[in-house]
């Protein structure tokens, strides 16, 4: 099983004024590839709390993935990279470029998201978007890869070529 935590950056949904869809998305989508949401929070777009959030869910819960939805566009309250950048140790730009990429496919918009990923011990952070439609797009592209990079994390496996 891989352990999830979702964190939802809304000051509206933190507020209990607005229905986090993109949280239920991603519940429902990490079942695929036998995750399973062990801490979910909604916490407002404020870079501090949003940081601790993901320390605590990496560091205290030991959580192997950690998704954020929202907080990834132009307002100035959308914090939620610069948060994951505070607290990851190493970057991994090549899901945050692969969901770009795709997305760039349907909408330009795509270009205007500025989500990251990256590592913190033994936990991968990803920034996804805040639209509920954008998040499964999203994660339809990187979800197939998710499981090997996260065994190699973990330790569990060595090698990414694939057998020739």
Known sequence: ??????????????????EDRSGQVIA????????????????????AILAETMRKM???????????????GFSPRDVTPEATLDV???LVPGIAEA???????ITNRAMLTRGVA?????????????????????LAVIMPALPHGLAILKEEASEC???E
Do not use: F
């Open 1 to 18: 099983m891989i352990s999830v935590g979702v964190i939802t950056a809304s000051d509206k949904g933190s507020r209990g004024e607005r």
């Open 28 to 47: 429902e989508q990490v079942k695929t590839i036998g995750g399973q949401v062990v801490t979910y929070k909604i916490v407002p777009d404020e870079r």
């Open 58 to 72: 990496a560091d205290d819960e030991k959580v192997d993935l950690i998704l954020t939805t929202g907080g990834t």
């Open 88 to 90: 990851i140790e190493r």
């Open 99 to 105: 969901m770009r990429a795709q997305s760039m496919k």
């Open 118 to 138: 990256g590592l913190r011990g033994k936990s991968l952070l990803i920034n996804l978007p805040g639209s509920p439609k954008a998040v499964a797009e999203c």
């Open 161 to 163: 070529a694939r057998p």
